[in-house]
């Protein structure tokens, strides 16, 4: 891509992204947080992308670097996905108000 | 595996098609985020989306020349993954705001170290082949990466209560601000005008970037942290999409810019709700200030009067001959982890035919949503959470408002005091209530550090002690009524 295809890409994105989140209800601030916060861990692939040059020039620091960067770029994805679903596991209907859920299985 | 389906897999055009599968695996998973009954749903499928780019990046061919390269990768990948796993699991609801702050440092942490590696990777005689727009993107990227690593650790320090909560100044703050950022952007142009100094980078854009990302959130007191690390969490995404550009990735610069553009969303929202606009948030402001200046003058109204106290029997009493009751938690009730016990005295209270209701501020605890997560964990219906617009006119209807270690979200001096640092910030409107009960540790002032005159009202009544300990008396005196 060239460098204009690129920012036409990214206005378009933000554009998504103020749509998208524009419509949350304060509840899910947090979750929303975290579930964009692991959405940015997507980084990871850039550690991915370049490591096996940094292999191919036998550069020591910067395959150090690297597999460092692959390791947080996978805490804040590995983290952020599970905290995130751990916090809106929570918001669950329990069982006792079935006339209340969405899902109709546990009636007969 | 053939050589048909290997080149197949490894088509750059295929690799990119499972890029946009993820894409819009992420805007529909952000989507499902918006209502609580598909925010689960949601959250798994951008996880879903995040697993295929990590997939179609593997395939990529070049990615993972040899093995030395995958032993590499899988190290990182698996010491990431035992680190979060544990982290994520083992977090207490209470310092949920904390872990997101810490999570969103590291991947900060990871856009700066690969541009770093990218400078290593372009410079030191690899034959200097690095395109103006990638390089520039780098640095901006290293930047911004750096900034935010640093800030969101002092912001994890700050609500983890390892770094005082009250603003960290400095003399000539500003000043010292100005100075670091010119020597970031400096250093970054002298590099993009081809000084192919490593410590130029290191120090001139990296550290110099850290030490400025600590200085622009030291001085920022605890109550505004939410905030901030919203703001720091859009910033590392607007990073990760600058890497997406250095290194030509589209996943990357459409998630990255996704986040950027919701986080500045959620950010505005969140300083809205405060009554606060996020530059004087980042000036460094009154937020968990000491109480020196701005409580001194316009808040000193209350001060004069007397606080009432009252004992856990004489609480229990006036909520059982109540017809409505509104529950107002706040940070207290999430470091007392009294959500269990406050939903045990709901119970007892609704046996009794009393209708209790719950009131959550926007900013209650320390996040949006704060209270929601602790409430639905124990348990509590969800539709007796009600937000702050609709429960503020049911205030003149309720007999008992019980507050449970909330302060700043209820001080009248809001609506009434022009002199008050908080003066327009929307609050629940507790005072117009029949009377107040107020469960609080001590008489000290909330996160804003301002005293509350609603302690002095005569219709309120404190009664001084852990929250949980107090709730668990309150059931306790409620069964033997």
Same mark, same amino acid.
């Given at each position: ?108 | ?91 207490? +609801? ?175 929202? +969140? ?190 009544? +404190? ?19």
């Amino acid at each position: 891509m060239d460098l204009v295809t690129q920012i036409g890409v990214l206005v378009l994105a933000a554009f998504v992204g103020f749509e998208v989140i524009s419509k949350v209800p304060n509840t899910l601030h947090t979750p929303l947080m975290s579930g964009t916060n692991a959405i940015h861990g997507i980084v990871l692939l850039g550690g991915l992308l370049v490591i096996g040059e940094a292999v191919g020039a036998h550069d020591v620091l910067g395959q150090i670097i690297l597999v460092i960067a692959i390791a947080f770029g996978t805490i804040n994805v590995v983290g952020g996905f599970l905290v995130t679903d751990r916090m809106l596991g929570m918001f669950k209907r329990k069982p006792e108000q079935p006339a209340q859920t969405d899902a109709g299985e546990g009636q007969q | 595996m053939s050589i048909l389906a290997t080149s197949f897999l490894q088509n750059h055009n295929f690799i990119d098609s499972l890029y946009i599968l993820a894409v819009v695996l992420f805007i529909l998973g952000l989507r499902g985020l918006a209502g609580p009954r598909t925010a689960v749903r949601g959250n798994q499928v951008a996880a879903v989306g995040m697993a295929i780019a990590f997939v179609a990046t593997l395939l990529q061919e070049g990615v993972v020349p040899n093995g030395h390269t995958a032993i590499l990768i899988a190290i990182g990948v698996i010491v990431g993954t035992l680190v979060g796993i544990p982290a994520a699991r083992n977090v207490k +609801m209470t310092a949920m705001p904390q872990m997101v702050a810490l999570f969103n440092g590291v991947g900060g942490g990871a856009v700066a170290l690969i541009a770093w590696a990218e400078f290593r990777r372009r410079f030191p005689g690899a034959g200097g082949d690095w395109y103006t727009k990638s390089m520039i993107a780098s640095l901006f990227a290293a930047i911004i990466g750096s900034i935010s690593f640093w800030g969101s650790n002092i912001a994890f320090g700050k609500l983890q209560e390892i770094l005082p909560g009250r603003p960290i100044k400095l003399p000539g703050q500003q000043l010292i601000n100005l100075v670091l950022l010119v020597i970031c952007v400096g250093s970054a142009v002298a590099i993009a005008a081809g000084t192919h100094s490593q410590a130029l980078f290191v120090l001139g854009v990296l550290v110099a970037a850290g030490v400025l990302g600590n200085m622009v959130v030291l001085p920022i007191g605890g109550a505004d942290m939410p905030v901030v690390i919203s703001l720091l969490n859009a910033f590392t995404g607007l990073s990760a999409a600058a890497t997406g550009i250095a290194l030509n990735n589209f996943a990357l610069i459409v998630a990255g810019t996704i986040v950027g553009a919701s986080g500045s969303i959620l950010t505005n929202l +969140m300083a809205v709700a405060m009554n606060r606009s996020v530059p004087s948030i980042i000036a460094g402001g009154f937020g968990g200030g000491g109480g020196e200046a701005p409580a001194g003058g316009g808040a000193g109204a209350g001060a004069g009067g007397t606080a009432r106290s009252t004992s856990a029997q004489d609480a229990a009493i006036q909520l059982a001959y109540a017809r409505q009751v509104v529950v107002v938690p706040g940070y207290g009730m999430a470091v007392a982890q009294a959500q269990h016990a406050v939903r045990e005295m709901a119970l007892a209270l609704e046996k009794k035919g009393v209708e209790v209701k719950y009131a959550i501020h926007p900013v209650a605890g320390r996040m949006p949503g704060h209270m929601n997560v602790l409430l639905a964990e124990a348990d509590v219906p969800y539709d007796q959470l009600k937000e702050m617009d609709d429960i503020n006119p049911e205030f003149g209807r309720t007999d008992v408002s019980l507050i449970i270690g909330a302060n700043d979200v209820t001080n009248p001096a809001a609506n009434n005091d022009p002199g008050s640092p908080i003066y327009g910030m929307p609050i629940l409107e507790v005072a117009r209530s029949q009377s107040v009960i107020v469960l609080k540790r001590s008489m000290s002032s909330g996160f804003a550090g301002i005293d509350n005159p609603l302690f002095y009202d005569p219709k309120t009544a +404190m009664l001084f002690g852990d929250a949980k300990a107090s709730v668990s008396e309150i059931t306790a005196e409620l069964a033997n009524l």
